[in-house]
């Protein structure tokens, strides 16, 4: 998840993001720690994003037994991609920005 990871970084952040369990107290340290020990702008993006939308602890209890098996479906395919696209336009930015701050 490193700063040169890629494609494979922002897969590997929102795969995580997916199957991390627990609330806001729990997701935003681990982004931070994450940040703070050198993991990618981007791939961290694409974890809290990932955790936001498609997060099986957050969304899928309530959704499944209130809204049915095909919406709770079709709201994880339609939400797959987002964290990779938030993600790489996160990394986009932050580079753009990290050059024009002075050192």
């Not at 494609?7 to 991390?20: D, E, N, T, W």
């Given at each position: 998840?490193?700063?040169?990871?890629?494609?494979?970084?922002?897969?590997?952040?929102?795969?995580?993001?997916?199957?991390?369990?627990?609330?806001?107290?729990?997701?935003?340290?681990?982004?931070?720690?994450?940040?703070s020990v050198g993991?990618?702008?981007?791939?961290?993006?694409?974890?809290?994003?990932?955790?936001?939308?498609?997060?099986?602890?957050?969304?899928?209890?309530?959704?499944?037994?209130?809204?049915?098996?095909?919406?709770?479906?079709?709201?994880?395919?339609?939400?797959?991609?987002?964290?990779?696209?938030?993600?790489?336009?996160?990394?986009?930015?932050?580079?753009?920005?990290?050059?024009?701050?002075?050192?």
């Open positions: 998840m490193g700063p040169e990871s890629g494609l494979k970084g922002l897969l590997i952040g929102a795969a995580f993001g997916a199957i991390l369990p627990g609330g806001p107290f729990t997701a935003y340290p681990v982004a931070s720690a994450l940040l993991a990618d702008f981007g791939a961290t993006i694409a974890l809290v994003v990932s955790w936001t939308l498609i997060g099986y602890g957050r969304r899928s209890p309530g959704n499944l037994p209130i809204m049915g098996a095909d919406f709770t479906l079709w709201r994880i395919v339609i939400s797959l991609p987002m964290p990779i696209l938030a993600g790489a336009l996160g990394r986009f930015v932050y580079a753009r920005i990290q050059h024009r701050l002075p050192p």
